[in-house]
Protein backbone atom coordinates (compact mmCIF):
# COMPACT_ATOMS: atom_id res chain seq x y z
CA UNK A 1 0.00 0.00 0.00
CA UNK A 2 1.52 3.22 -1.15
CA UNK A 3 1.73 5.73 1.61
CA UNK A 4 -1.45 8.11 2.14
CA UNK A 5 1.14 11.20 2.66
CA UNK A 6 2.42 11.26 -0.93
CA UNK A 7 5.92 10.51 -0.30
CA UNK A 8 6.35 7.49 -3.00
CA UNK A 9 7.51 5.25 -0.18
CA UNK A 10 5.18 2.32 0.98
CA UNK A 11 3.22 3.02 4.53
CA UNK A 12 5.43 0.29 5.83
CA UNK A 13 8.21 1.82 5.10
CA UNK A 14 6.89 5.62 5.86
CA UNK A 15 4.38 6.36 8.58
CA UNK A 16 3.47 3.28 10.17
CA UNK A 17 5.96 3.08 12.19
CA UNK A 18 5.68 6.18 13.65
CA UNK A 19 1.53 6.01 13.84
CA UNK A 20 2.17 2.55 15.34
CA UNK A 21 4.37 3.78 18.16
CA UNK A 22 7.74 2.47 16.84
CA UNK A 23 9.54 5.45 15.79
CA UNK A 24 9.20 9.40 16.72
CA UNK A 25 9.44 11.32 14.05
CA UNK A 26 13.00 12.99 13.14
CA UNK A 27 11.82 16.14 11.51
CA UNK A 28 8.52 18.74 11.37
CA UNK A 29 8.23 17.61 8.09
CA UNK A 30 7.79 14.19 9.07
CA UNK A 31 6.00 14.65 11.39
CA UNK A 32 3.33 16.47 9.34
CA UNK A 33 3.39 13.87 6.73
CA UNK A 34 2.41 11.39 9.38
CA UNK A 35 -0.05 13.86 11.06
CA UNK A 36 -1.87 13.44 7.86
CA UNK A 37 -1.68 9.98 7.36
CA UNK A 38 -3.22 9.77 10.65
CA UNK A 39 -6.53 12.28 9.56
CA UNK A 40 -6.46 9.41 6.43
CA UNK A 41 -6.54 6.65 8.44
CA UNK A 42 -8.69 7.66 11.83
CA UNK A 43 -5.61 8.21 14.31
CA UNK A 44 -7.01 9.59 16.51
CA UNK A 45 -4.67 9.03 19.56
CA UNK A 46 -1.58 9.62 17.18
CA UNK A 47 -3.12 13.09 16.36
CA UNK A 48 -3.86 14.37 20.14
CA UNK A 49 -0.05 12.61 21.25
CA UNK A 50 1.53 15.05 18.58
CA UNK A 51 -0.18 17.50 19.65
CA UNK A 52 1.73 20.62 21.74
CA UNK A 53 0.51 19.37 25.29
CA UNK A 54 -0.08 23.23 25.76
CA UNK A 55 -3.08 23.14 22.32
CA UNK A 56 -4.63 19.90 23.92
CA UNK A 57 -8.53 20.76 24.26
CA UNK A 58 -10.92 17.96 26.38
CA UNK A 59 -12.96 17.58 23.49
CA UNK A 60 -10.03 16.96 20.77
CA UNK A 61 -10.88 12.59 20.50
CA UNK A 62 -14.99 14.15 19.52
CA UNK A 63 -13.78 17.17 17.10
CA UNK A 64 -11.13 14.90 15.60
CA UNK A 65 -14.22 12.04 14.68
CA UNK A 66 -15.97 14.00 13.41
CA UNK A 67 -13.77 15.71 11.50
CA UNK A 68 -12.14 12.58 9.78
CA UNK A 69 -15.86 11.22 9.59
CA UNK A 70 -16.59 14.39 7.25
CA UNK A 71 -13.63 14.19 5.26
CA UNK A 72 -11.75 12.29 2.23
CA UNK A 73 -8.40 13.37 2.14
CA UNK A 74 -7.19 13.16 -1.41
CA UNK A 75 -3.80 13.80 -1.01
CA UNK A 76 -1.05 15.95 0.29
CA UNK A 77 1.83 18.19 -1.44
CA UNK A 78 3.76 19.84 0.91
CA UNK A 79 5.68 23.66 -0.50
CA UNK A 80 7.95 24.55 1.99
CA UNK A 81 9.66 23.70 5.09
CA UNK A 82 12.35 25.39 7.72
CA UNK A 83 13.89 24.36 10.42
CA UNK A 84 15.66 26.38 13.24
CA UNK A 85 16.91 25.28 16.21
CA UNK A 86 14.03 23.46 18.01
CA UNK A 87 11.01 25.18 16.03
CA UNK A 88 9.81 24.79 12.59
CA UNK A 89 7.70 25.58 10.14
CA UNK A 90 5.86 23.48 6.92
CA UNK A 91 3.43 24.65 4.58
CA UNK A 92 1.68 22.38 2.97
CA UNK A 93 -1.67 21.60 0.99
CA UNK A 94 -3.94 18.98 1.92
CA UNK A 95 -6.55 17.96 -0.89
CA UNK A 96 -10.05 16.76 -0.32
CA UNK A 97 -12.92 15.45 -1.98
CA UNK A 98 -15.33 18.30 -2.59
CA UNK A 99 -16.83 20.29 -5.85
CA UNK A 100 -14.59 21.15 -6.47
CA UNK A 101 -11.39 19.77 -5.18
CA UNK A 102 -10.84 21.41 -1.70
CA UNK A 103 -7.84 22.65 0.15
CA UNK A 104 -6.57 23.14 3.53
CA UNK A 105 -3.20 25.33 2.61
CA UNK A 106 -1.72 25.48 6.35
CA UNK A 107 1.81 27.30 7.23
CA UNK A 108 2.19 24.81 10.63
CA UNK A 109 4.24 25.26 13.03
CA UNK A 110 6.26 22.95 15.07
CA UNK A 111 8.90 22.79 18.10
CA UNK A 112 10.51 20.00 19.29
CA UNK A 113 10.99 19.52 23.05
CA UNK A 114 12.30 16.13 25.02
CA UNK A 115 13.68 15.02 21.43
CA UNK A 116 10.26 14.74 20.11
CA UNK A 117 8.97 16.98 17.72
CA UNK A 118 5.02 18.44 18.24
CA UNK A 119 2.27 20.24 16.22
CA UNK A 120 1.55 23.60 17.80
CA UNK A 121 -0.69 25.29 15.28
CA UNK A 122 -1.26 26.58 11.82
CA UNK A 123 -2.30 29.73 9.62
CA UNK A 124 -4.49 28.72 7.27
CA UNK A 125 -3.84 30.30 4.00
CA UNK A 126 -5.35 30.80 0.53
CA UNK A 127 -5.86 28.21 -1.86
CA UNK A 128 -3.42 28.08 -4.86
CA UNK A 129 -4.08 27.24 -8.30
CA UNK A 130 -3.47 24.39 -9.93
CA UNK A 131 -1.55 24.02 -13.12
CA UNK A 132 -3.11 21.26 -15.37
CA UNK A 133 0.30 19.65 -16.36
CA UNK A 134 1.65 19.39 -13.50
CA UNK A 135 1.68 16.21 -11.11
CA UNK A 136 -1.34 15.28 -9.69
CA UNK A 137 -1.40 16.28 -5.71
CA UNK A 138 -2.60 12.59 -5.24
CA UNK A 139 0.60 10.39 -6.11
CA UNK A 140 -1.02 8.61 -8.92
CA UNK A 141 1.96 9.68 -11.35
CA UNK A 142 -0.70 11.40 -13.80
CA UNK A 143 -1.10 14.97 -14.88
CA UNK A 144 -3.17 16.75 -13.08
CA UNK A 145 -5.49 17.56 -15.77
CA UNK A 146 -6.26 13.97 -16.44
CA UNK A 147 -6.80 12.76 -13.02
CA UNK A 148 -8.45 15.01 -10.23
CA UNK A 149 -9.23 17.96 -12.85
CA UNK A 150 -12.82 19.22 -12.80
CA UNK A 151 -12.58 21.26 -15.94
Known amino acids: MNCPCCSNSSYQACCQPLLDGELDASSAEQLMRSRYSAFCLGKVNYLIDTLHPDKRQLDDVATLKQSIKETQW ?4 IIRHKTQNQEATVEFIGFYQDKPIGQLHERSRFVKQDKQWFYVDGEILPPIKLA ?15 CHATD
Open 74 to 77: LGLK
Open 132 to 146: RNEQCFCGSGRKFKK
